[in-house]
């Protein structure tokens, strides 16, 4: 298994990356100031029994499916990198006949997981990718932005990864214009998780459970906080990439990519109304799709 993932991985490294072959049973890089982000990161996503629950539950959705497909079309025999890629969910929903399918994460136990489902996998700071330029077909984050402590410079890191005419993908970053809650729409929203226990709601999450997956939204943990479209123009219109946006609700498939922003489910939207939020505007919108062509 050491021998395949060197032979896979070892001519997109750069030729400064310190990669250890031999300890543990995942190639790994130094992270030299492993965050508190990256702490609670690696321990929700490699975490047994939450990383499985995850792997099974979250983005595995037809609409997530079709979605992400007719942005993307077929994987198969193109080189594609997955930063964030937890215990391998994408590729799992996805499925497809990659040439190479590499996967970048901070969590030991989740990339074990990925390695399972057909990930090459290293363990990696996205702030510090130990890759070569341009050598990526699809480069890809999904839910991964936002739980990284600079959100640009991730982004600038994923883009250098990109051949000219290649594809950067990132989904599923909370749109700060529809998390920036306030007065009694924030208090709803807190009480929600009390109020679901009460009513023995299927929407209620065990606390410890919650609070574990709470500490890895680094920009998404207060209102105010998560991604503008600035973010991403800022990072990747330098880098020579045409960026095109589409905020949308996680129930949509490929309408998305027709302007259709969906419909958030109404204990949001009447937390938004609270909040003095328009919750038919493409701000209210939970999430940013962000499609990123490099040019040639």
């Not at 074990?112 to 996205?126: F, H, N, S, W």
């Not at 994923?158 to 009694?184: E, H, M």
């Amino acid at each position: 298994m050491k021998d395949s993932a060197y032979s896979r991985l070892k001519p997109y490294l750069a030729s400064d990356a310190i990669v250890d072959w031999e300890a543990g049973e995942i190639p790994s890089c130094p992270i030299p100031v492993f965050t508190k982000g990256m702490h609670a990161n690696s321990y929700f996503f490699g975490h047994p029994k939450w990383a499985k629950e995850y792997f099974e539950t979250d983005h595995r959705t037809e609409p997530f499916k079709e979605r992400w497909q007719a942005v993307m079309g077929s994987w198969d025999d193109k080189i594609v990198v997955d930063i964030g890629c937890g215990p391998g969910n994408v590729y799992a929903t996805l499925g497809g006949s990659p040439k190479l399918l590499i996967g970048v994460d901070v969590s030991p136990g989740g990339l074990k997981m990925a390695r399972e489902v057909g990930y090459t996998p290293i363990l990696a700071d996205a702030h510090h990718l130990p890759f070569i330029n341009g050598f990526a077909d699809i480069v890809v984050a999904n839910a991964t932005v936002h739980h990284c402590d600079d959100m640009g410079r991730i982004l600038r890191e994923a883009g250098r990864l990109v051949r000219p005419g290649g594809l950067l993908f990132t989904d599923q970053d909370p749109q700060v214009s529809a998390w920036n809650l306030k007065g009694l729409g924030l208090f709803i929203r807190d009480i929600r998780y009390p109020l679901y226990r009460l009513l023995g709601s299927k929407h209620y999450i065990d606390y410890e459970v919650r609070q574990a997956r709470w500490k890895t939204e680094i920009h998404n943990q207060r209102p105010g906080d998560g991604i503008t479209p600035e973010v991403y123009y800022d990072a990747l219109q330098p880098l020579g990439f045409e960026v095109k946006l589409y905020p949308h609700s996680h129930d949509l498939g490929a309408e998305v990519l027709e302007g259709k922003n969906g419909k958030n489910s109404w204990r949001l939207r009447l937390s938004q109304r609270f909040s003095g939020i328009n919750p038919d505007t493409p701000e209210a919108a939970q999430s940013i799709m962000c499609i990123a062509r490099r040019r040639s």
